[in-house]
């Protein structure tokens, strides 16, 4: 194999994990700003509200109240969970783009 064709081949390689460092870093971008979840804590926040004044009147809503929490506390750790994987996919679209940096300009 001559000379040029590895440098041609290693060009090629950092150059496509400086891309995929690039899409990482959209990609968790898009996780940690996106507002997708807010709407719907909102409405189950208000869902909750009228349940609660609700249950202060009939004794067959605490139920479903004590439901209502549990959906609200397992939706805000699906959303933690959420902004760690985007914090995550970030770290490592920066890594990748390091890596291919170092490997164009070695």
């Known amino acids: 194999m001559s000379i040029e064709l590895l440098t041609t081949l290693r060009a090629a390689m950092a150059l496509a994990l400086f891309t995929m460092g690039l899409a990482a870093c ?4 898009w996780t ?6 807010q709407q719907t804590l909102r409405g189950l926040a208000s869902h909750s509200g ?6 202060l009147t ?14 609200v ?3 805000t750790g ?10 995550f996919l970030c770290l ?15």
């Open 78 to 87: 699906l959303i933690r969970t959420a902004m760690g994987v985007g914090a």
């Open 26 to 29: 959209a990609a968790g971008l």
């Open 32 to 37: 940690l700003l996106g507002r997708e979840y």
């Open 58 to 71: 009939e004794i067959g809503v605490a139920p479903v109240l004590d439901a209502s929490a549990r959906l």
């Open 92 to 106: 490592v679209g920066l890594a990748l783009c390091l890596v291919g940096y170092w490997m164009f300009i070695a």
């Open 50 to 55: 009228k349940l609660h004044a609700r249950s």
């Open 73 to 75: 506390e397992a939706t």
